[in-house]
């Protein structure tokens, strides 16, 4: 009885340190492999979502049992071809490297119908379509007269006109140019017989006021403003930046001069000039701004012939579009885009972007550093993940800022 004891205990303890490294290892994703030299490989995995959820997964053509939202694990390191499907949906494939210990994650997969579904918001036609960025509303121009003009509430479903009767005498005025800022429902409109009017979109009779009275007769090459009720209007002229203070209905001229570019952010203008980089608070009495950053490596950094418009993303981010295409910002490389940019639109945390060309389409993170070993200093880059394109004309963030959509010629 003791041998049959000491034996049956000696079995145990062989198949328990058998058994126990072979399970830790598997819980820690080691899977022994035949085939591989080192016999024990370290394994990783692939997870799937997607919307809608509940479609079928191959992995190199073999159908798994599993549906989205699911995980593949125990999958040795290598090239997978993985293939996503669901009824009258669009097939989803793609080649996904699998790395030892880590995951390959694809959590916003988006299965467009093979039918896309479309439904008439508005029947009638129209010939232009102006987005106030970062807001909920839409313009949408119908022959090019005031009164023809349709205000979209996108988010609400709500479609207004400019039916106040107070705004009766510009019902037939054509507009000829549309001032926006993001982020503001304030609009400001350019007729084409040089009359300027200023209108809330949030305001439910859509109210216009005339503000001719206050602008030159030259034509600015830009106007900005802050909130949706703005205190201020800053006009360019060629150099020179004009302050309309709504509420007192005064116009400082020359508020500032010899600029190149500017912006406005916190109740401040930041103005671009020679060989410096100056800021005024709106309600300023000086002529004399505070100097933030002078120097030759400013007059190196914008060395060409260019107007700019700089665009205050967060506390620490400014870009600088040049009006001959360029695109720098106030980090490394600084110099983006030399010339031909078309346009740019942040994802909705501001830390990502879209850039394009008439002909390329590229993704600018600007949370990306440079690799740990790597030598200099680089700061982000624009990733160009498309050029094929003939004529881009827009492009945004969709579905939770995960895909791009955008118009190239007419498709």
């Given amino acids: 009885m003791l041998i049959l004891r000491k034996i049956l205990f000696y079995v145990f303890l062989a198949v328990y340190l058998v058994v126990c490294p072979v399970v830790i290892l598997y819980s820690l994703g080691y899977i022994y492999t035949p085939k591989s030299e080192e016999g024990i490989v370290k394994t990783g995995l692939i997870h799937l979502e997607t919307f809608p959820p509940g479609a079928s997964v191959f992995l190199n053509k073999r159908l798994l049992q599993e549906k989205t939202p699911c995980t593949i694990t125990e999958l040795l390191p290598g090239r997978y071809q993985v293939r996503v499907q669901l009824k009258d949906n669009r097939i989803w494939e793609k080649k996904i490297e699998v790395m030892a210990g880590k995951a390959s994650v694809f959590d916003k997969i988006l299965l467009l119908p093979k039918n896309l579904p479309k439904s008439v918001l508005l029947p009638r036609p129209f010939k232009d379509l102006v987005r106030v960025p970062a807001t909920r509303f839409l313009l949408l121009i119908g022959s090019g007269l005031i009164g023809d003009t349709t205000v979209f509430d996108w988010k609400g479903g709500d479609v207004r006109r400019f039916e106040?009767?107070?705004?009766?005498?510009?019902?037939?005025?054509?507009?000829?140019?549309?001032?926006?800022?993001r982020g503001s429902s304030y609009v400001l409109i350019r007729t084409r017989n040089g009359r300027y009017l200023g209108?809330?979109?949030?305001?439910?009779?859509?109210?216009i006021t005339d503000l001719t009275g206050f602008f030159r007769k030259e034509v600015p090459s830009d106007i900005q403003w802050e909130g949706g009720h703005p205190e201020y209007l800053f006009p360019f002229y060629d150099g020179v930046i004009d302050r309309i203070d709504l509420g007192k209905q005064k116009v400082t001229s020359e508020f500032i001069g010899d600029v190149r570019g500017f912006g406005v952010s916190r109740g401040r203008l930041y103005a671009l000039q020679d060989q410096s980089l100056t800021r005024l608070s709106f309600s300023s009495n000086q002529r004399s701004p505070e100097v933030i950053d002078e120097g030759r490596f400013l007059k190196e950094l914008?060395?060409?012939?260019?107007?700019?418009?700089?665009?205050?993303?967060r506390n620490d981010t400014v870009l600088?579009?040049?009006?001959?295409?360029?695109?720098?910002?106030?980090f490394l490389p600084y110099r983006f885009v030399e010339k031909g940019m078309a346009g740019y639109v942040p994802d909705t945390s501001l830390r990502k972007m879209l850039v394009w060309t008439r002909k390329e389409l590229g993704f600018l993170d600007l949370e990306k550093k440079?690799?740990?070993?790597?030598?200099?200093e680089r700061g982000p880059e624009i990733d160009w993940f498309y050029d094929q394109g003939q004529d881009i004309r827009q492009s945004c963030f969709v579905h939770g800022d995960s895909h791009v959509l955008f118009s190239d010629e007419d498709r």
């Fill in 164 to 181: 106040d009767p107070e705004n009766a005498r510009f019902f037939n005025e054509t507009i000829e140019k549309i001032f926006v800022m």
């Fill in 199 to 207: 209108c809330d979109l949030r305001d439910g009779d859509l109210k």
């Fill in 302 to 313: 914008f060395h060409e012939k260019d107007r700019y418009r700089m665009d205050f993303f």
């Fill in 320 to 330: 600088f579009s040049g009006a001959r295409g360029s695109l720098l910002a106030n």
């Fill in 370 to 376: 440079a690799p740990a070993k790597a030598l200099f």
